[in-house]
């Protein structure tokens, strides 16, 4: 199957945005001419948002330049995306700074601010960091290290426009949405887990129990009934504090508790800015949309590192699986009571996959050692299907 990324290169090239060469390994940025080794990850990141700026923005690819040298600096330094206001590429108008995807949220920090520092230097009212799906855009003017909030808006402007107070919305042929590759999606599950683990401050499996709040919560969001052109509430608003993200997504989750308290026990123990952080790598993606084998396998791989074999699991491999449930034939009523998390997670979503989904799931209570809580089996089997 095509990947995202593949389909862009290939319509890129298309259109006439860029072109491939030695089989894929350089690009060429059209018109500037401008070429770059695709291998490597960064350069990946900023074809696909040099794609975006010309599709989805509307910026002339004229007005596009790459690897802009910043004036009076020693040692030399450059900025990887500079979006002009005119066609002689004089008035910098938006400062990009692109970063692989899968770095660290302390790496991701200092490269907003290398943002910052390059739009500050070319006098453009707008910069943006991009590494992957996790993105942020800021007022060059408003910013400052002690409170970033109060000059990140939810998305540069699209052509020259105004800023908007949030971007993705239901329905939208531009900004609903999108469903998401299983690397980009097991790269989105680690970013997250790993703002939750906090280098060690909290247990992998605390940690996780987290993740699952807010993966449920994100799911319900999108699920919600709302009429096209209304924005989603699992994003960051135009100038959002932490403390409001927090309470806004925390006020989904305990609508949930409400409506099924036996599921819904504990509340959200992680800090407003931590969840600020998870809702930047979640916010542009769809979890409903994604294909349920691509959810399953990005589950299991991410699951992986921090509970096979090191916590006495083991997972029982997908073939395996796949065949159990053909074996069985199971219908839409049946009742199916799996004894451990992971092999429930994976039994559920091949269960899902041959009978749409199974009406009765009961996991069993008896939490074992290294074991997720019930409360996490619960919010992620409910959000799987």
């Not at 995306?81 to 938006?94: F, G, L, M, R, S």
């Not at 509970?307 to 006495?312: H, Q, T």
């Amino acid at each position: 199957m095509q990947s995202t990324f593949e389909k862009i290169l290939k319509d890129g090239e298309r259109k006439g945005y860029f072109r491939l060469h030695n089989d894929g390994a350089k690009i060429e940025y059209l018109p500037s001419g401008h070429k770059e080794n695709l291998n490597d990850p960064e350069e990946k990141v900023r074809a696909e948002y040099y794609f975006d700026l010309i599709e989805k923005y509307n910026y002339p690819a004229a007005r596009i330049g790459l690897e802009v040298e910043m004036p009076d600096r020693t040692p030399e330094r450059y900025a990887d995306i500079v979006i002009y206001e005119n066609d002689a590429q004089t008035k910098p108008y938006i400062v990009v700074e692109c970063k692989k995807d899968g770095i660290s949220d302390a790496e991701f920090e200092q490269a907003t601010k290398q943002a910052i520092a390059n739009a500050r230097v070319l006098h453009a009212p707008f910069a943006n960091c991009v590494a992957g799906n996790t993105r942020r855009a800021m007022e060059t003017a408003v910013w400052n290290d002690r409170e970033p909030e109060k000059a990140t808006i939810t998305d540069i402007p699209i052509f020259y426009g105004k800023i908007e107070e949030f971007r993705y919305k239901k329905g939208d042929p531009k900004w609903d949405l999108k469903p998401i590759d299983q690397e980009d999606l097991k790269r989105t599950f680690q970013k997250s887990h790993d703002t939750l683990w906090a280098g060690g401050k909290r247990a992998p499996t605390t940690a996780f129990d987290e993740f699952a709040k807010i993966i449920f919560v994100k799911i319900r969001d999108e699920k919600k009934g709302r009429r096209a052109g209304d924005p989603y509430d699992f994003q960051i608003k135009t100038h959002e504090s932490a403390e409001s993200v927090y309470k806004r997504i925390n006020a989904l989750y305990q609508e949930a508790k409400k409506i099924d308290p036996e599921v819904f026990k504990e509340d959200l123990k992680i800090e407003p800015e931590e969840l600020y952080t998870v809702v930047e790598h979640l916010q542009g993606i769809s979890l409903d949309k994604t294909d349920l084998d691509t959810k399953g396998v990005a589950f299991e791989h991410f699951m992986e590192d921090f509970f096979k074999g090191k916590s006495g699991q083991f997972f029982t491999p997908r073939n395996i699986v796949s065949f159990a449930v053909k074996m069985m034939n199971i219908k839409n009523d049946d009742w199916c009571l799996i004894r451990r998390a992971a092999p429930a997670a994976f039994f559920c979503t091949r269960s899902m996959k041959s009978a749409r989904k199974p009406k009765n799931f009961i996991p069993k209570k008896k939490k074992s050692s290294g074991d997720i809580g019930t409360t996490s089996r619960k919010i992620i089997f409910s959000g799987l299907r």
